[in-house]
Each structure stands twice: as C-alpha cells, then as structure tokens.
C-alpha cells in the first residue's frame, strides 16, 4: 500500500506541475475555489486528479456540467467537424478457413492493411457470450469506488497492470476523456493473479477472452504473412505463440462538451495486430485519405489494425494508420484493444525474404525497451515512434 501511495503521490505531483505551467489555479475543474468547488478535501482532489470518472462524479455532486479545464484541447487539437463514415474492408474468417475461397480473402486482406490500415472480422469464432460478458465486466470495474480502482493507479507505463486516464497522463500537457485499465495477459498463467480481483469475475472473464482472442490474432497473423508472400516463417509464429501480448479496458464517460475534447488523441499502435472489441456505441476514427472519418462498425465484428511492428516488418509494404477516439454527450463508450507482438526480448526488423538491392530496409530494427524508453521521455502520438526508426532513404 505504501508503494500505491508514492504512485499516486507522483501522478498528483506531475497533475499540480502541468496546471501550473498552463497558469490553471488549484482546485480542480477550472472553477475559482468561490464557485464551491474549493471545500474538496484533499483527498478527493488527488483522487480525482488521477481518474476522469471521479472528476465528473464530483462535479456532478455539485450541480456542475462543465469541462474540466485539463481536458479542454487547443483549438487547433480539437475534433473539427464530423467528415462522414468509412466502411472497412471486410475478411471473413470462415471463407479464409475455406481452400477454395482463402486466396480471395488473402487478397481482401493484403489490399486492406497497404490501403486503410484496418479492416474488420467476422465469423470469427469468437463466442458472444465472451464478448458481452467482457463488456460487462469492465463496465462494472469502472462503476466500481475510487479506492478499490485506485489499488491498480501507476505512473509507470512499464506497470504489467495499471489503472490511469487520459492516454500517457505523466506527459501529456492536456489531459484525453479516458479511464483505462491495462493488463498484461502472457504468460497467461502467470499474470492472471495480479489482475484485480473486483468484480469477482473479471478475472475468469478476461482470461477467456484473451485465449479466445489470441487465438485469432495468430490466424490473423498468419494469413498476413501469407499474403506478403512468406507464409513458411514458423519460426516466427511460435515466437508470437509466447509473445506480448495486453489487454486495454477503455471507458470514454459521456462528456458534458464533446467538441471541445478527445478520447485518444491521433496516433498509430505499438506491435503487429491491434484486435478491437467496440461496444454499440461509435467513437473510433482513421484517417483515410486526409479525413478523420468514423468507422461503421459491422454488428458482431471486430476492428483490427495494423500496427507499428507490422509496418516495420513489411518494410513499409502494409501501413500502421492514425486513428483516434472521438466522444459523445449522450451515453458512455466501453472498448477493449488488445495488442499483440513478438516477445518482449525479440528484436524486430524488416523481413528479409522483403529486402533486395531495388528495396533496401526503409526501417532500422527495434524492440519493446526502445518503444517504452520513447514512450516515457516523450510521449507517443500520431506516427513519432515509427518515424523514429525509419531510415534515411
């Protein structure tokens, strides 16, 4: 208890120094301390200052309906006007099971990781009652008190479980309308007992969720390197068969000023997969084509993308896109991502059966110490740690 304490002591202190340096006065909630807001004890206001849906809980105490002023973006940050939908490219994983119709989805599938980045899964075999009781379990850890939530708070992104909002909170200068909760999930058996242990369930239901899911992503994998044209590198899926591997509980509350907000800010995924399990209501964006365009989500789909490592590995051939989270006034998102690479130690470079003298590596070889490294200096949005290992060309 004594090491959660420092923690959450660390991330009130780096929470005081941001509103100081933008010249925002304590108490909290860009309200001077005579509109009520200034009896807060103490300790609801570090509390609050580490968890957004503790924020809007008091706020809501005290008849207030307004943006905090750490979450209010630049103008020039904003979401802008809404550009429309995209319909992904659709891989069915049935007909990829299937001889005669797996080059059909093979070439679905190559086409939607060079020319969108993201495409969307069905029939994936996933079964539903794993997916809504996984919504619903995460739904009930963010409804759970500050203080049993706040036993998982951590400014450290090395955490393997870790409760926190906005998107890398010891950095960014204004914070994003998220709560999340992180959990490692391989190895499986050894991780499974730091996960909370409220709700009761959680911890069987994300355990079958994450078998369930990585389970996907290596036929999802290894379709993909099907399609760029190095099916036989099973040296490489028994590597991902113990690779990393996460889990990414995400709670968007309602906010009182949608435009004036985001829930993740523009930014591409560390690993090779990101596999996305969206609730009804919509939120995610990729940029297609200059336009930050909402994805129109199949009912019973997942949202998957490629991800840094997969870029880098396909030297440039399939790319890693930007996307972000767009947030509502009306009800609260739930969304869980998980991620998925090579193992932590493995270093990852451009294949070489993808290399030639008409096709040198566009990209120098990296590894999860160097991403986390870049995560914690600086902070990771839209491409800047992939531009940081590209070559000179």
């Known amino acids: 208890m004594e090491a959660v304490a420092e923690d959450r002591q660390l991330q009130v202190q ?18 001077e301390s005579g509109d009520g807001v200034g009896n807060l004890d103490s300790k609801s206001q570090d509390e609050s200052s580490c968890s957004l849906i503790e924020s809007l809980r008091l706020n809501r105490d005290r008849g207030i309906n307004m943006m905090p002023d750490k979450y209010i973006l630049p103008v020039s940050d904003r979401p802008g006007e809404d550009l429309g939908m995209v319909k992904l490219p659709v891989v069915d994983v049935a007909r990829l099971r299937d001889p005669r119709q797996r080059a059909s989805v093979l070439e679905t599938l190559d086409v939607a990781c060079r020319e969108y980045g993201f495409f969307q899964v069905v029939n994936h075999g996933v079964e539903r009652e794993v997916i809504n009781r996984l919504l619903d379990v995460a739904r009930r850890f963010f409804e759970l008190p500050l203080e049993r939530r706040a036993r998982y708070m951590s400014p450290d992104v090395r955490a393997p479980v870790r409760y926190g909002t906005s998107f890398n909170q010891a950095k960014d200068a204004v914070l994003f309308w998220r709560d999340f909760l992180k959990l490692s999930s391989q190895p499986l058996h050894a991780v499974v007992a730091s996960w909370p242990d409220e709700p009761a369930d959680l911890r069987e239901v994300a355990a079958r969720y994450a078998v369930a899911n990585h389970e996907l992503f290596m036929e999802l994998m290894e379709a993909a390197l099907e399609a760029l044209g190095i099916p036989r590198r099973r040296s490489l899926l028994a590597e991902l068969a113990v690779g990393y591997s996460q889990l990414m509980l995400n709670c968007y509350p309602a906010c009182p000023q ?5 829930g993740l800010p523009p930014h591409s995924d560390y690993g090779l997969f990101t596999i996305l399990l969206q609730g009804h209501v919509e939120g995610l964006q990729v940029m297609h084509h200059g336009r930050w365009l909402t994805v129109d989500p199949v009912p019973g789909s997942f949202t998957v993308n490629v991800g840094d490592h997969l870029e880098i590995y396909s030297n440039g051939r399939y790319k890693s896109m930007l996307h972000r989270v767009r947030v509502n006034s009306m009800q609260p998102r739930i969304s869980v991502a998980s991620f998925h690479s090579v193992p932590v130690e493995r270093v990852i470079g451009p294949a070489a059966e993808l290399v030639d003298e008409g096709n040198p590596p566009r990209y120098m070889d990296t590894d999860y110490a160097t991403f986390l490294a870049y995560l914690a200096s600086t902070g990771v949005k839209h491409k800047s740690f992939l531009q940081s290992r590209k070559l000179a060309s």
């Open 14 to 31: 780096h929470a005081t120094e941001r509103d100081a340096a933008k010249g925002i006065a304590k108490p909290m909630f860009g309200m």
């Open 258 to 262: 949608p435009e004036l907000a985001l």
